[in-house]
């Protein structure tokens, strides 16, 4: 039934999705396990299984009609596209939908997906095989103007689409098979065979919980045409711009993506609860300690602002940042220490270290001043005694002050500083 044959379907896989990286359980490594969904899909030929026949009943509302046992024949007047969407679990005895045996498999979940162009027409053009259209349809504007469009090939074209479903214990390489929501949910014992520890095993029943509602048939369900991107690009209610001959791809595509954000939105949601509770139901939490650990750890992308950090680099910052710091509180002590060990020959060199301190060059500025009487000329701190007064002295030149009485200027540039330094301002130019 494929439209490529066995070998032409169009196969879109997750890869392995780790539950705490990816789905956002957070859990240590040994608490971690690994899911995988693979969708196949493929357009199909079904016109040997339609049954044409036109309704004789007048006791029908489709009386007179050509009728088709899997749909109704076009719809004229009716604009936008029909889609139509089944599912079928496997060896579920609970279908709605049974498929042929052309159709059933026993190791996915099969969803069949038809539509109905009704009145669409189209610019170019469509090969297609889901948008075939090839037959051309004359169109008459209001102001008479003559265009001509291409018709759909057919009345209704079909996709089938089988969803797989795999978990992996990441600490010993073992998998499951691929296979159905049902058989996972069935045979627990596949999951017992992974050698799952008590954590991984809940988790990996968590996700379980909600492969079936990831089904190609969710993602397009009651959304109708709205599910399919082509409709994005239809103009004036019936007219398509041309498709490229790939754009059942990205149809399918499109529904992958959406299973595979439903899968983090339920995972989320299971930890903060549903958005609405419909009348008539409960809310029933957690159950088991299992249930709780997940509930308690699920990780979000914060949209708040909140960003994360790295604890390494604050510890790394913090330490670095302190040993410069106390590297250089202790320089001013330290390297004269080292200078005076290695002999005489520094003596000059750690003197003149010294007297370059920022402490060292106001007792010589204070002390040439005849302030203060100063000790610890050598040392990294400088003192005075303990009643001793500095600063700037009575009367100072506001434009130019100096610690000294202001000097006598003779021609020869020469100035000669007087004998005795004036006594302190008592009302605050000294400290």
């Not at 109704?72 to 604009?79: D, F, H, S, V, Y």
């Not at 889609?83 to 496997?90: E, K, M, Q, T």
């Not at 669409?120 to 001509?148: C, H, Q, R, W």
Request: aromatic fraction near 10%; charge should be negative.
């Amino acid at each position: 039934m494929c439209y490529y044959g066995a070998t032409g379907a169009y196969s879109m896989d997750s890869g392995l999705l780790d539950s705490h990286s990816d789905i956002g359980i957070n859990a240590r490594e040994s608490g971690r396990v690994q899911y995988r969904k693979v969708t196949t899909c493929s357009p199909i030929h079904f016109s040997s299984y339609v049954r044409d026949f036109n309704d004789t009943d007048p006791d029908h509302l489709a009386y007179g009609d050509r009728l088709f046992d899997i749909m109704l024949g076009g719809a004229p007047g009716i604009t936008d596209y029909t889609l139509r969407s089944y599912v079928a679990f496997a060896d579920s005895p609970y279908n709605a939908w049974v498929p042929i045996p052309a159709l059933n498999r026993s190791d996915g979940d099969i969803t069949l997906i038809l539509l109905a162009a009704n009145s669409i027409v189209y610019e170019k053009p469509v090969t297609d095989p889901f948008f075939a259209a090839s037959t051309l349809k004359p169109v008459i504007l209001d102001d008479g103007t003559n265009l001509t469009y291409y018709a759909p090939y057919s009345l209704v074209s079909g996709i089938a689409c089988m969803d797989q479903h795999q978990f992996c214990n990441p600490t010993n390489r073992k998998c499951t098979d691929l296979t159905s929501s049902t058989a996972l949910g069935i045979n627990n014992d596949q999951f017992r065979q992974l050698g799952f520890k008590r954590a991984q095993y809940a988790t990996a029943q968590h996700i379980n919980v909600f492969t079936g509602p990831l089904t190609t048939y969710s993602s397009v369900g009651i959304r109708g045409p709205n599910a399919l991107r082509a409709s994005e690009t239809i103009h004036n209610d019936f007219f398509q711009i041309g498709l490229p001959n790939t754009q059942w791809m990205t149809e399918v595509s499109s529904w992958f993506a959406i299973s595979m954000a439903k899968l983090q939105q339920k995972t989320l949601q299971y930890a903060t609860g549903p958005p609405s509770i419909p009348e008539g139901y409960n809310f029933i939490g957690p159950r088991s300690w299992e249930e709780k650990r997940i509930c308690d750890n699920q990780i979000i992308r914060s949209t708040s602002g909140t960003t994360s950090f790295s604890v390494l680099g604050v510890i790394i910052i913090l330490v670095v940042g302190s040993i410069l710091i106390v590297t250089s509180l202790l320089q001013d002590m330290v390297v004269p220490l080292i200078r005076g060990m290695r002999g005489k020959k520094n003596q000059y060199k750690t003197l003149q270290y010294v007297v370059d301190g920022t402490w060292q060059l106001q007792r010589l500025a204070y002390e040439e001043a005849g302030q203060g009487h100063w000790s610890g000329g050598a040392d990294a701190v400088p003192v005075t005694r303990k009643d001793d007064k500095i600063g700037l002295p009575h009367n100072v030149n506001e434009k130019h002050p100096r610690l000294s009485q202001a000097s006598t200027v003779v021609e020869s540039n020469t100035s000669v500083a007087e004998a005795d330094v004036l006594t302190m301002d008592p009302k605050g130019y000294g400290s």
